[in-house]
């Protein structure tokens, strides 16, 4: 049962383009994680987020946990071809160690 | 070394054979995980373990799945009688065990079952 859904599930876009992934589910979580993974290689984590509502930002990167802790956004100024790549969001559960559920994945493609 | 270390980075077999998967944590990480990721998909949980703890295997897909891990380091995923649906790319992660830990993952075994 894939728990968090994400869309889309490919983009592919011009360099300068804004865009926004999303990251869904019906559950709560007491924390979400963005990763990001490149062909041949395993996830990279980019943020962490734990408070409902909290916004935090990688240089164009700005990332959003939900109010309710449901749902997650990361959306991407002026994308350059270097931000290609799988994007994976992944929930973790309080008493559940750090056991996390991943999301479905975005497939990102900025070309020039 | 490093960073998490996966071997083989490829594997071909069989239908019908055993593979056996091994993975190499960062040094001094309790936490190892295993999962599982279809082409261009998201992670499959298979198995967890923390420390001396019992092992999380409530991601393994079947009995034909198990994994066990040796002094508390390196870790070995064995799958039975192989099927064509286990290809995959199979990816191991290690953390320092706390919670809302950053998860440092290998390069993962792609393995397929002709």
């Known amino acids: 049962t894939q728990l968090l859904e994400q869309s889309p599930q490919f983009l592919s876009i011009q360099e300068g383009e804004n865009l926004t992934v999303y990251c869904n589910s019906s559950s709560v979580f007491s924390s979400l994680q963005w990763y990001r993974q490149e062909p041949g290689e395993g996830p990279v984590l980019l943020v962490t987020v734990v408070t409902g509502g909290e916004v935090k930002k990688l240089k164009r990167l700005t990332f959003q946990f939900g109010d309710a802790r449901k749902d997650s956004s990361l959306h991407i100024t002026a994308a350059q071809p270097g931000d290609t790549g799988l994007y994976l969001c992944a929930g973790g559960k309080a008493g559940g160690g750090n056991k996390l559920t991943f999301g479905t994945g975005t497939q990102l493609k900025v070309e020039l | 070394g490093a960073g998490v270390s996966q071997s083989p980075s490829n594997k071909v077999t069989e239908k019908g054979k055993d593979v056996e998967l091994r993975c190499d944590p960062i040094s001094g990480h309790t936490a190892l995980y295993w999962y599982r990721q279809s082409l261009g998909q998201g992670l499959e949980f298979l198995i967890y373990?923390?420390?001396?703890?019992?092992?999380?295997k409530s991601g393994l897909p079947s009995d034909r799945f198990s994994a066990e891990r040796t002094g508390g380091s390196v870790s070995t995923l064995t799958i039975q009688r192989t099927q064509q649906e286990d290809s995959a790319v199979y990816l191991c992660?290690?953390?320092?065990?706390?919670?809302?830990?950053?998860?440092?993952f290998g390069p993962g075994t792609r393995l397929l079952v002709l």
């Open positions: 373990f923390q420390g001396n703890s019992a092992p999380d």
């Open positions: 992660a290690s953390s320092s065990g706390l919670a809302i830990e950053t998860q440092y």
